[in-house]
């Protein structure tokens, strides 16, 4: 047995910091036919079901805290998931906040007839950590190693700004809605 240990960096300002790859985590699932809609493709909903499942998971190994989905911030759905095929996604922490860390989730398909591999979709969602009150608290840093990491994190900045701003308009606008039902 051998046993894999990452460097814990100090950044800076002291705090801890991980690399990317610590947080990465898979999932690979089949799909049968109680997963597919009336166009015989994977449910949207079940895929997100897959991405959030996964994100979660990458969140809580980077930061080492129970952590809640604070928003999804994307889902595009890029090319259909089908039955012959596997769906495999993979999940990293590519930038984080305070106490906040945005996640990315690739999915791609693998025809298990021909081995035709695809990019089926992507998706950012941003997590909170919380500690054992439920209380948020600091996350480390993320450090960025391969191109593709790289490029994530760089251009995280101004995913951050286009959450917040979205977040703020959404906001405002459930001052608008009405919390009754018609039949009340």
Avoid at 44 to 71: E, N, Q, W
Avoid at 76 to 90: K, M
Avoid at 97 to 106: A, H, I, P, R, Y
Avoid at 167 to 181: D, G, M, P, Q, V
Wanted: net charge positive; charged share 30%.
């Amino acid at each position: 047995m051998f046993e894999i240990r990452y460097v814990q960096a100090k950044g800076d300002t002291g705090l801890e910091r991980r690399f990317v790859k610590q947080s990465r985590c898979y999932k690979t699932a089949r799909i049968f036919p109680t997963d597919v809609n009336n166009h015989n493709t994977l449910f949207g909903g079940k895929l997100m079901s897959y991405i959030d499942d996964i994100a979660s998971i990458a969140a809580s190994k980077h930061c080492r805290y129970s952590v809640v989905t604070a928003s999804t911030d994307s889902v595009d759905f890029l090319s259909p998931i089908r039955p012959t095929d596997s769906v495999c996604l993979e999940s990293f922490v590519t930038w984080t906040g305070t106490t906040s860390m945005e996640v990315f989730v690739k999915v791609l398909t693998e025809d298990l007839r021909t081995s035709e591999r695809k990019i089926a979709a992507t998706s950012f969602l941003t997590f909170v950590a919380k500690d054992d009150n439920n209380k948020p608290v600091r996350v480390p840093q993320v450090i960025p190693e391969t191109e593709e990491e790289k490029k994530l994190h760089e251009t995280a900045v101004q995913r951050a700004e286009m959450r917040k701003q979205r977040r703020l308009e959404s906001e405002k606008f459930a001052n608008y809605l009405t919390i009754h039902f018609p039949w009340e």
